[in-house]
């Protein structure tokens, strides 16, 4: 059953706008523009989260909280407003004078990154998982990848679906699909990343036997922590694994964050060298979100540099997000390094990318993370529409020689 979240907000498009990311993401939105519908709501269902305006013509935010209160309403209330911050502040603090939990804020007007992270931080509060059960969830097989597509932007395989990156996904027998923001802190700091990922990698090897049986020579990009980056034989045995697969090692890519690589750089040159000699390709992660030295990223031995989906969530807007990431493709470039994008949502981002000279994307405007049985069917769709970007990309290249 999905969890319900309860929107309460005068305003029917913005109901609308917010119900529809809730129901993107796997949740059933309640909406209310008054307070009548709001109250019977409150009363009448267990409820996941609350998004509330803080003005309403017949009744204010503060009011909603008292009932709430009342009512016992154990969900964290996230304020939604477009009132100056502090004004928020305060309803927030009069909100938890009460007992009510108030998780955060939605500032007006409201952006769909925004809704997304208040959503994720409501899953996070809700999920505690002790080690003792992530440890029974690895060693009973709970865990499993889900699969973003990464397409190509080089002029010779435009659009070309090139590979994919593989998401851990834990499939909690009572939670449904639990994300890994919701694990991934506690596996690394009880150090069962190592078995989780080995897990992982299992899998990830599996599926690719099953596309290359079908002709489909993929790649597939897969998180590695920091952790096991330390271990000697962390190299020899990923080999391994990969050979008893029958893969070959050019068709995994290793991610490691750019925080995770930068830590101690002497540390992990040994394991990182060896693997790219072993024909692995290194990919950095999430580049330009941590405090990396240019001259350890020219000394480590990486061949691909991931720019990180908040610089590129936000190329439709701020100029300064467009000079930092075309920035970091030209660097890139001239260390000879591959660039791909995650984050892609827009039409707008697509054009400035390729524009930019980026070499591949990620993102939810090619295809959202997946199950492997799904895979079929969003390619399907992704040729039909490439056909369609396509189009309207030669539409454009001959208006502008005109």
Not at 288 to 301: A, D, K, W
Not at 315 to 337: F, G, K, P
Request: charged content about 25%; aromatic content about 8%.
């Amino acid at each position: 059953m999905k969890r319900k979240i309860l929107i309460v907000d005068d305003d029917p498009s913005i109901c609308r706008f917010i119900a529809r990311v809730c129901e993107d993401a796997g949740y059933e939105p309640l909406t209310a523009t008054g307070y009548a519908g709001f109250e019977r709501h409150v009363r009448n269902h267990d409820l996941f989260l609350v998004i509330t305006d803080l003005q309403m013509p017949d009744c204010d935010g503060i009011e909603c909280m008292r009932l709430m209160a009342t009512a016992g309403v154990a969900a964290p209330v996230a304020i939604l407003s477009g009132f100056d911050p502090r004004v928020m502040q305060t309803a927030g603090a009069f909100g938890r004078s009460v007992g009510l939990s108030i998780i955060g804020t939605l500032q007006k007007p409201v952006v769909v990154s925004a809704i997304r992270q208040l959503l994720e931080q409501a899953a996070r509060q809700l999920f505690a998982a002790p080690e003792e059960a992530l440890r029974a969830a690895i060693d009973s097989q709970q865990f499993t990848l889900f699969y973003q597509p990464k397409v190509s932007f080089r002029p010779e395989d435009f659009g070309t679906v090139v590979g994919f990156e593989g998401l851990a996904r834990w499939l909690h027998p009572d939670d449904g699909i639990v994300m890994p923001d919701r694990f991934i802190e506690l596996a690394e700091s009880s150090r069962q990343i190592v078995s989780l990922t080995d897990r992982l990698l299992d899998c990830g090897l599996e599926q690719m036997r099953q596309w290359a049986a079908n002709g489909d020579h993929w790649s597939l990009s897969i998180n590695i922590s920091p952790l096991m980056l330390d271990d000697r034989s962390f190299a020899d045995t990923i080999w391994q694994k990969v050979h008893d697969a029958g893969v070959e090692p050019s068709r995994l890519t290793l991610e490691i964050t750019e925080s995770g690589a930068m830590a101690d750089p002497t540390k992990t040159m040994e394991t990182l060298t060896r693997l790219r000699l072993k024909g692995f390709d290194l990919s950095i992660d999430d580049f330009g979100t941590g405090y990396s030295s240019l001259v350890q990223l020219y000394r480590l031995p990486f061949s691909e540099l991931k720019i990180d989906k908040s610089f590129v969530m936000d190329l439709d807007e701020r100029e300064d997000a467009q000079v930092i990431v075309r920035t970091l493709i030209d660097l890139a470039h001239n260390l000879s390094l591959r660039v791909c994008a995650e984050g892609v949502e827009t039409m707008c981002e697509w054009w400035r990318l390729i524009d930019y000279g980026c070499d591949r994307i990620q993102g939810y405007f090619v295809g959202k993370p997946m199950a492997a049985a799904d895979i079929a069917g969003w390619f399907d769709e992704w040729r039909g529409r490439l056909e369609e970007i396509t189009m309207t990309h030669t539409q454009k290249v001959l208006a502008w020689r005109n």
